[in-house]
């Protein structure tokens, strides 16, 4: 959790710079990083030491969050072709 805290943090002062609000996904609802996002989606799973089961979980996590992105980009076809056009001009000048 310690190496994700800080990266976390910088994200959501990002993200609350820009009124966008923080999902995140953990096992544990009392950690600092779950006081600081605005959605916090618990999963119920006990700690898995398996590596076969700790690929299926992170499979699982990442299909949620694909669905979720893909839902706000069909609610919000407009904005989301302006955002991604705005990372275009972004990445551009970073590529520069």
């Not at 499979?59 to 302006?82: F, K, N, P, V």
Request: with cysteine.
């Amino acid at each position: 959790m310690a190496v994700s805290s800080p990266f976390f943090w910088l994200c959501s002062c990002f993200s609350r710079a820009i009124r966008a609000k923080s999902i995140l996904f953990t096992s544990y609802l009392n950690s600092p990083i779950a006081r600081q996002a605005d959605v916090v989606l618990i999963g119920v799973c006990p700690e898995i030491k398996n590596n076969t089961e700790a690929s299926f979980s992170r499979l699982i996590y990442m299909a949620i969050g694909d669905a979720l992105y893909t839902r706000l980009t069909l609610l919000r076809a407009e904005q989301y072709q302006r955002n991604l056009q705005d990372l275009r001009e972004a990445l551009a000048i970073l590529k520069s």
